[in-house]
């Protein structure tokens, strides 16, 4: 009965009990997820912003995208036996879990960087990433955030699709990355490092 009246009392208020719920849920899988994470965290970081160059940053990272992600590494579309084998012990929920968790984490803290090195890198990026990676690099359900990402991981992974090493390949992001060039890296590199 007590839950029939609160039930009344939010639609009379105009608030969804659906909303209600679902913010619920969305506490209890962020507190699954941080339990879950604590191993995640040896190389992520505890809060998702990892202390390893070459390691990626999780936190507030798109959560479709982290899914996405963890699927790949399950299916061995993306390469990394560490992580594959990590990915494959995780059940669905714990998975979804461990993606809600990282994505409800604070991003990582901005860089200061020489102010014409962040203009070059702005409008590389503006003309060439924006488009999928949105103009604030917060990227969306099937482009990652690259806002505040580590460098070397940046820098990694853009020179893997450039060369075409096989461990990347997207080929809208190698035909990005090949019109970028390698001199223009460093710039897109610092400017995404300076955007929160």
Not at 122 to 130: D, I, K, P, S, Y
Not at 145 to 164: D, F, I, K, V
Request: proline share 7%; with cysteine; net charge positive.
């Amino acid at each position: 009965m007590k839950r029939g009246v609160a039930l009344m009392l939010l639609w009379v208020a105009g608030v969804s009990p659906f909303s209600v719920y679902g913010a619920d849920d969305d506490v209890q899988r962020i507190e699954a997820g941080r339990r879950i994470a604590t191993f995640c965290a040896n190389c992520h970081g505890a809060s998702g912003v990892s202390a390893i160059p070459n390691v990626p940053n999780l936190a507030a990272q798109n959560p479709d995208y982290l899914l996405a992600q963890i699927d790949a590494f399950v299916t061995g579309k993306r390469k990394n036996a560490f992580m594959e084998g990590l990915m494959k012990v995780l059940e669905p929920a714990d998975k979804t879990a461990v993606a809600t968790f990282y994505a409800a984490q604070p991003a990582p803290p901005v860089s200061v960087v020489p102010e014409a090195q962040r203009v070059a890198g702005g409008a590389a990026f503006t003309r060439l990433c924006a488009r999928c990676h949105g103009d604030n690099g917060h990227g969306n359900a099937t482009t990652p955030r690259l806002a505040g990402q580590q460098a070397e991981y940046l820098r990694l992974n853009l020179e893997r699709y450039l060369n075409l090493s096989g461990e990347r390949f997207y080929a809208p992001m190698t035909a990005a990355v090949t019109q970028l060039g390698d001199k223009n890296i460093p710039a897109v590199i610092a400017y995404l490092r300076s955007l929160p």
